[in-house]
């Protein structure tokens, strides 16, 4: 846990965990406080990353709509050409 901490720069109460534990640990140990003080910041860490997860969902989500609207707008106008083209066609051959 501290480890993960560490690397991913979670802070306890505005501190590292190796500075919260230097800090109100007893020969590197917390007692219950400390723990939960240390379980409250990998919560509100995790929560965090749960948002922003769903904020690059609705992201994507946002994108596939507005691309299956091009792609419906592209494959109206291919099917006009379409006819004009074969409009054009008749008109040349008959």
Known sequence: VI??????GILVNGMTIDQ???KYGVKGKLDKGGLQAVKAALDNDANRNTDLMSQGQLTIQKMSQQLNAVL?????LISKWGEISS???QKTYS
């Open 3 to 8: 480890k993960y901490m560490r690397d991913n």
């Open 20 to 22: 919260y534990i230097a």
């Open 72 to 76: 419906t707008q592209l494959t109206g």
């Open 87 to 89: 409009m054009i066609a």
